[in-house]
């Protein structure tokens, strides 16, 4: 079983380093890892460079198409069984691959897999904490807390799997959400492998990343894959995690505003009794 490493990367010169480090830290070794730079004006390609006695590093470069297409271009040119998927600025644990190498032989049945994820701030250790993270069965379990971050390891020959190309959606969502439509189910192995780095990425604009996984899922909607009543829960949900977010951040005014909208929200459709009472606490 061949595993496939595709690391997409933009402006990542202050991260690819350790996130390389953790690749080539592996028990198991990945049979190839590929770097896609999506036009990077930094020195991301330089200290990717740095690694080719590490580990078996094939570098890609394009203009600045956007992260969906980056993990395409990587998905394109990659020979392994598996692809394994990680963001230039994540760290894998060390038995990462291992995980999914024996999640691939014991589930053969199984296309795609997850693991658990430790949210960290760099330089900051003692905040790691591991996030809830059960197995999704459904649409609806998946959009409840969306659990699946796109450090994924998914069998090639399975089904026709592509991420969202429109830089304007979130594109690990539309990914998903398309292949969740078809019924296929991922797995959940139970052990913690990734350390999801909360400095960079959608924390740095919690709102503007809300709208792109909104985009995504009214797009899911459209072609069928989402019910109704899913997005209109989804939007409830969305809207409390802002309002709980600002509320974190000791922004009132923007606390209000959310937590108001997701009330007229809520106003249309059913909630759950759990969802109400975290809606009016912000807990």
Same mark, same amino acid.
């Given at each position: 079983m061949? #595993?496939? =490493?595709?690391?997409?990367?933009?402006?990542?010169?202050? &991260? !690819? +380093?350790?996130?390389? *480090?953790?690749?080539?830290?592996?028990?198991?070794?990945?049979?190839?890892? #590929?770097? =896609?730079?999506?036009?990077?004006?930094?020195?991301?390609? &330089? !200290? +990717?460079?740095?690694? *080719?006695?590490?580990?078996?590093?094939?570098?890609?470069?394009?203009?600045?198409?956007?992260?969906?297409?980056?993990?395409?271009?990587?998905?394109?040119?990659?020979?392994?069984?598996a692809y394994a998927f990680l963001d230039a600025d994540d760290v894998w644990l060390p038995n990462k691959l291992e995980q999914g190498y024996t999640g691939l032989l014991k589930y053969p049945k199984t296309a795609w897999f997850y693991t658990p994820i430790l949210e960290w701030t760099h330089g900051k250790e003692k905040s790691i904490r591991r996030r809830s993270c059960s197995q999704v069965s459904s649409i609806r379990s998946f959009l409840s807390y969306n659990p699946i971050v796109p450090s994924t390891i998914i069998m090639r020959s399975s089904f026709d799997y592509a991420w969202e190309n429109d830089r304007r959606l979130q594109e690990d969502v539309g990914a998903h959400l398309r292949v969740l439509s078809r019924?296929?189910?991922?797995?959940?192995?139970?052990?913690?492998?990734?350390?999801?780095?909360?400095?960079?990425?959608?924390?740095?604009?919690?709102?503007?990343?809300?709208?792109?996984?909104?985009?995504?899922?009214?797009?899911?909607?459209?072609?069928?894959?989402?019910?109704?009543?899913?997005?209109?829960?989804?939007?409830?949900?969305?809207?409390?995690?802002?309002?709980?977010?600002?509320k974190k951040r000791g922004n009132t005014t923007e606390q209000k505003k959310w937590k108001e909208e997701a009330l007229n929200n809520a106003k249309t459709t059913r909630v759950p009794f759990g969802l109400w009472l975290r809606l009016f606490l912000l807990i």
């Amino acid at each position: 079983m061949k #595993i496939s =490493v595709i690391i997409p990367a933009y402006n990542a010169a202050t &991260t !690819i +380093a350790e996130c390389l *480090e953790s690749v080539a830290r592996q028990t198991i070794a990945a049979f190839e890892v #590929i770097l =896609v730079d999506d036009g990077s004006i930094d020195d991301t390609q &330089t !200290i +990717a460079a740095g690694f *080719e006695g590490q580990v078996n590093l094939r570098l890609v470069t394009q203009v600045n198409l956007g992260l969906g297409k980056a993990r395409n271009a990587g998905m394109a040119v990659a020979t392994g069984d598996a692809y394994a998927f990680l963001d230039a600025d994540d760290v894998w644990l060390p038995n990462k691959l291992e995980q999914g190498y024996t999640g691939l032989l014991k589930y053969p049945k199984t296309a795609w897999f997850y693991t658990p994820i430790l949210e960290w701030t760099h330089g900051k250790e003692k905040s790691i904490r591991r996030r809830s993270c059960s197995q999704v069965s459904s649409i609806r379990s998946f959009l409840s807390y969306n659990p699946i971050v796109p450090s994924t390891i998914i069998m090639r020959s399975s089904f026709d799997y592509a991420w969202e190309n429109d830089r304007r959606l979130q594109e690990d969502v539309g990914a998903h959400l398309r292949v969740l439509s078809r019924g296929d189910f991922p797995k959940m192995l139970p052990e913690a492998t990734l350390k999801y780095r909360l400095d960079f990425g959608m924390t740095a604009d919690a709102e503007r990343h809300v709208e792109k996984v909104m985009r995504a899922v009214s797009k899911a909607k459209d072609l069928g894959h989402v019910s109704e009543k899913e997005f209109k829960l989804y939007q409830v949900r969305k809207a409390y995690e802002l309002a709980r977010t600002y509320k974190k951040r000791g922004n009132t005014t923007e606390q209000k505003k959310w937590k108001e909208e997701a009330l007229n929200n809520a106003k249309t459709t059913r909630v759950p009794f759990g969802l109400w009472l975290r809606l009016f606490l912000l807990i």
